[in-house]
Nanobody, 116 residues
Framework: QVQLVESGGGLVQAGGSLRLSCAAS????????MGWYRQAPGKQRELVAR???????NYADSVKGRFTISRDNAKNTVYLQMNSLKPEDTAVYYC??????????WGQGIQVTVSS
């Protein structure tokens, strides 16, 4: 049974920082990307950042320069360091991974709330 477990969310004031973690457990072969999506109320889910097996990264324009994604392949864990948070970053953040072959996996989601 594959599980992705997120941690590190919460409430923070604008300008503050949070670090999200997501640990994947279970037998998972051929992981390619790991990353984060988010969904704010009334909005579509959007890609925040992702990191490939070799370390290549992609970021949403809205978070470039503020968020940093990293990954520990040995632990099947992905991190998202979020700095200079803004109220518009408020959302449920979902961890995911995709593979060379087979289905994607998703976490349950974790709430991030940024107060103004």
């Amino acid at each position: 049974q594959v599980q992705l477990v997120e941690s590190g969310g919460g409430l923070v004031q604008a300008g503050g920082s949070l670090r999200l973690s997501c640990a994947a457990s279970g037998r998972i072969l051929s992981i390619n990307h790991m990353g984060w999506y988010r969904q704010a109320p009334g909005k579509q889910r959007e890609l925040v950042a992702r990191i490939g097996r070799g370390g290549s990264t992609n970021y949403a324009d809205s978070v470039k320069g503020r968020f940093t994604i990293s990954r520990d392949n040995a632990k099947n864990t992905v991190y998202l360091q979020m700095n200079s948070l803004k109220p518009e970053d408020t959302a449920v953040y979902y961890c995911y991974l995709d593979r060379d072959f087979g289905s994607d996996y998703w976490g349950q989601g974790i709430q991030v709330t940024v107060s103004s």
